[in-house]
């Protein structure tokens, strides 16, 4: 199926062991989506490139059980986390539709809370236009947000903005909140603590998990891997209530991968209401190799102009 008017074509194929996944191509860039478990966007990357997500090779082709698995990719999760809400299995199959130029992925809901997950995904000129939404399908409300997180490819670096410097004078209120997890510690060598710039850096010989979180004006995160740049824009609402002590962008990493995860605000969601939280996501052929800070200044601007922030489909 192609769309005419974006050159997007839309087509069934299979991919690490799932017979029915989706792709999507504008010829230069490509998305492979789940249908079999998910939704799980599974592949982000040029067309016969290299993939910007980690795949667990022994969990590809897997389906059913009762049991939540990684596999890998992106998936939208619930925040706060907490066991079972966050880890609700998604190994069954889920619906599907193309119309226009967007596709749409829609999970059974959760058991037992009955929030259901969907997404909506828009691919032009190689940015990605991601809606994650959280529908109320029970009796009860629940105060929760949507969380995505992706699950980048190892040997890669994490790059989270700080809040613009000020002076003493002239800022007196705390402007750049870090939250730390019991097991982070900050003396890891896989951090790089910069005035302007956080770094956490995926390395497959250190074994233990390390995560921060922080609240982001900026709202993005950028993930340099040695063939280019994987750009996420998400939202910020600064009347909002974030979770996890007030966090709109978290990194975790461990010796297979790094994630790069942002959330919405926590909202009481009724029975029959929705939230929806927005990333927008874009692939640089350029590769960072000077992660100095002036460096950085010079690279971030070109590297976010890349990556589109695509308008919602109305029609």
């Known amino acids: ?54 795949e667990y090779p022994d969990q590809q082709g897997l389906q059913g059980g ?21 880890y609700a299995p998604d190994n069954s199959p889920v619906e599907w539709t193309w119309k226009g130029d967007v596709l749409t992925l829609l999970q059974k809901p959760d058991s037992p809370s009955g929030l259901q997950k969907s997404m909506a995904i828009r691919l032009v000129r ?28 190892p040997g890669g670096t994490a790059i989270l903005p700080q809040e613009p410097y000020g002076s003493h004078q002239k800022n007196l209120l705390p402007a750049r909140p ?11 060598a ?43 824009r998400h939202e910020f609402d600064p009347a909002a ?7 709109n962008a978290e990194v975790f990493t461990n010796a297979d991968m790094l994630e790069t995860e942002s959330l919405g ?18 692939l640089s052929d350029h590769v960072i190799t000077d992660f100095s800070e002036s460096a950085l200044d010079a690279a971030v601007p070109e590297l976010l102009a890349e990556c589109q922030k695509l308008p919602r489909r109305t029609g």
């Open 66 to 86: 009762k049991s939540w698995r990684i596999y890998g990719g992106h998936r939208l999760w619930i925040a706060p986390e907490s066991k079972p809400l966050s």
């Open 265 to 282: 605000p926590l909202t009481a969601i009724k029975p029959g209401a929705r939230v929806v939280h927005v990333e927008h996501w874009g």
């Open 190 to 232: 896989r951090f790089t603590w910069g005035e302007r710039y956080i770094l956490m850096r995926q390395d497959r010989q250190a074994t233990s998990p390390q995560k921060i979180g922080v609240r982001s004006s900026l709202g993005w995160i950028l993930y340099a891997l040695p063939f280019g740049t994987f750009i996420k």
């Open 1 to 54: 199926m192609v769309n005419k008017m974006s050159k997007i074509s839309c087509d069934q194929m299979a991919y690490g062991g799932w017979p029915n996944c989706v792709r999507l191509t504008d010829g230069r860039s490509e998305l492979v989506v789940t249908t079999d478990v998910g939704p799980r966007v599974i592949r982000y990357g040029r067309v016969g490139g290299a993939n910007v997500f980690h």
């Open 178 to 188: 870090l939250v730390l997890w019991k097991y982070t510690k900050m003396n890891d």
């Open 126 to 153: 190689g940015s990605v236009r991601v809606e994650h939404t959280l529908t109320n399908r029970s009796r009860k409300t629940w105060t929760v947000a949507p969380w995505a997180l992706s699950v980048m490819a």
């Open 241 to 247: 209530v974030y979770p996890d002590m007030g966090c």
